[in-house]
């Protein structure tokens, strides 16, 4: 194994570490967004309708459990794309993240209480109204928790992709494998825990941001805990 001299390498390899990046980060950002999209479609109508969450549930599950690296083989079988089309990748991530959070977003809007729904029913809201400015606002805790799930899952996956010659950071690690070279893979993997955990705080930001109700009622709780 070789072991270059860190600062030497990432000193010369700036611009290819800058272009993987990039390339990981729209590998796995895409994907994440599309399936939260269709989870919140597919959530509220699990929610709405006890037959299809009977459906959906399960399907999501089982979906899950199918190996990234054979979903990714899959896709241009399926869709006729190039073996390194990057949709070879996010497919399957999106497929991953709707897995991950139909459940989600059905639990967090089956919870929203009964009488929080009715009040806004008396009031004339319809139900799409009702969804969008009642049901979902009081969702998002659970839904936001959910997706940094799903977005840490996605920016670990995509690096799958190296392994049919799509690039981003697993590229960085497959390439320092056939040269030997463990400071590229290294670099490579710290870079994606980095990003993932970034991310993960964006994401907790941003639910704390939105949801300002759920620091009023944690803070009731912490001063029980106090006294």
Do not use: C
Not at 24 to 38: D, Q, R, S, W
Request: charge should be positive; aromatic fraction near 6%.
């Amino acid at each position: 194994m070789n072991v270059d001299w860190p600062w030497p390498w990432l000193s010369r390899n700036v611009d290819t570490i800058t272009e993987a990046t990039g390339q990981h980060l729209y590998l796995a950002l895409l994907p994440v967004l599309l399936g939260l999209v269709v989870s919140l479609l597919l959530g509220w109508a699990a929610a709405r309708w006890s037959t299809v969450r009977a459906i959906l549930i399960p399907l999501t599950g089982v979906l899950y459990t199918i190996p990234s690296l054979a979903l990714i083989t899959l896709v241009p079988l399926l869709l006729g794309t190039l073996i390194v089309d990057p949709l070879n990748v996010q497919v399957p991530l999106a497929i991953y993240t709707i897995a991950l959070l139909v459940r989600s977003v059905t639990d967090a809007l089956a919870a929203v209480p009964g009488d929080v729904t009715a009040a806004a029913t008396a009031m004339g809201f319809r139900p799409l109204h009702r969804f969008v400015a009642v049901e979902l606002p009081l969702a998002i805790p659970v839904i936001i928790a959910g997706l940094r799930v799903a977005m840490v899952s996605a920016m670990s996956l995509a690096s799958v992709g190296a392994l049919i010659g799509i690039g981003g950071l697993g590229g960085l690690i497959t390439e320092g494998f056939k040269r030997n070279n463990a400071v590229e893979m290294v670099a490579a993997i710290v870079l994606i825990v980095v990003l993932a955990l970034i991310i993960d705080a964006l994401l907790l930001l941003v639910g704390r941001l939105i949801t300002p109700w759920t620091k009023a009622q944690r803070q009731p709780a912490s001063s029980g805990v106090a006294k």
